[in-house]
C-alpha cells in the first residue's frame, strides 16, 4: 500500500465531511436536498485564491473566504429561498439545481476556467516533521485539523443548542413553528448561511491541497451526496463517518484498480446502501421517502 494512503485519505475525507456536514445543517432547519454546495465551495475557493494573491496571510484568506460564503449562503436564501420554507421538498431542490447553475455561470464569467493557484508561500507543501512517516504535509494536515475544528462546532450547534432545537423544530413542521414563535425566517437564513460557509471552507481545503479549475472543485461537490447518503441525511457523525468510508474506498480503487473508476466507486456504494438499507447508516426512518 502507498505509505501516503493514510494522509490521502484522511484530506479527501475532510473535504467530504465539510460539505456533508454543511448540508446536514441545511438539511435539517429547511429539509431541502440543496444542489448549491458546490457553487459555494466555488466561492470560498476563488474569494481564498484572490484574498491570497494579493498578499493576504492564510488565515487571513481563510477567515475572508468563510465570511464570504457565509453571507452568500445567508443572503442567497433571503432574496430567493425564503418562498420555498412551505412547498414540497423535491420543488425547492429543482430551484437550487436553477441557483447552482447560474452561479457557476456568474463564476465562469468572472474567473473563466483558469485553475484556482494559490500563490507560493502562504502555506508549505513540505512534510510536517512530527508526521513524516506518513508524508502528510502542511497543506493536507491544514483540511485535516480544520475539518476538525468546523465539524465539531456545527455539532455543537445542531446537537446541544437551542438554535439546533429550532431548527429541528422547523424541519417537523414550519408551520407550527411559526405559530409557536419559532423566527422561521431567520433560522433558515442562519442554517443556509452555516452550510454555504461549510462547503466554502471545504472549497479552500481543496484548492490548498489541488490546483483545480471551478468545474473540478463542482465536480467533487457531488461526490459528496453518496456520503449524505450513505452516513444519513440528518446524521452529523454518520456523515463524517461515511466521509472515511467513501474517500478510503476511493483511494483503494485508485492505488488497486484504476483512478478513472474512484469517483464511481462512490455511486456503487450508493446504490447498494439504497437498496439495501436506503436510510443509510445512521439515518433516521423515513428519511428518504420525505425527499
Known amino acids: 500500500m502507498n505509505i501516503s494512503f493514510i494522509s490521502n485519505t484522511l484530506t479527501q475525507a475532510s473535504i467530504y465531511a465539510l460539505v456533508s456536514v454543511g448540508f446536514v445543517a441545511l438539511y435539517r432547519a429547511t429539509r431541502i436536498l440543496s444542489f448549491a454546495q458546490g457553487a459555494f465551495m466555488v466561492i470560498g475557493a476563488i474569494t481564498f485564491v484572490y484574498v491570497t494573491n494579493h498578499g493576504a496571510s492564510l488565515f ?152 483545480p479549475d471551478p468545474s473540478a472543485i463542482v465536480d467533487l461537490s457531488f461526490v459528496a451526496f453518496p456520503v449524505i447518503l450513505l452516513g444519513g441525511l440528518e446524521s452529523v457523525g454518520g456523515v463524517i463517518v461515511a466521509s472515511l468510508v467513501i474517500a478510503a474506498v476511493q483511494d483503494l480503487v485508485t492505488v488497486y484498480v484504476n483512478p478513472d473508476f474512484a469517483n464511481p466507486s462512490a455511486y456503487i456504494i450508493l446504490l447498494v446502501v439504497l437498496v439495501f438499507k436506503p436510510n443509510g447508516l445512521f439515518g433516521a426512518r423515513g428519511a428518504v421517502e420525505r425527499l
Open 60 to 211: 487571513v484568506g481563510l477567515a475572508v473566504a468563510l465570511v464570504a460564503s457565509f453571507v452568500f449562503g445567508g443572503v442567497l436564501y433571503r432574496l430567493f429561498l425564503v418562498r420555498l420554507s412551505f412547498v414540497p421538498p423535491f420543488v425547492a431542490a429543482i430551484a437550487t439545481v436553477g441557483l447552482a447553475g447560474g452561479i457557476e455561470a456568474l463564476t465562469a464569467l468572472v474567473w473563466g476556467s483558469a485553475p484556482l493557484v494559490v500563490r507560493p508561500g502562504v502555506i508549505s507543501t513540505s512534510n510536517v516533521p512530527a508526521l513524516s512517516s506518513l508524508h502528510v504535509q502542511y497543506d493536507q494536515l491544514a483540511s485535516i485539523v480544520g475539518a476538525i475544528v468546523a465539524c465539531s462546532v456545527v455539532y455543537l450547534v445542531i446537537e446541544r443548542s437551542k438554535l439546533g432545537l429550532r431548527m429541528r423544530s422547523i424541519a417537523d413542521s414550519a408551520s407550527l413553528a411559526d405559530l409557536v414563535g419559532v423566527p422561521v425566517r431567520s433560522v433558515s437564513s442562519f442554517s443556509w448561511a452555516l452550510g454555504g460557509a461549510m462547503a466554502g471552507l471545504a472549497g479552500v481545503a481543496f484548492t490548498l491541497t489541488s490546483q
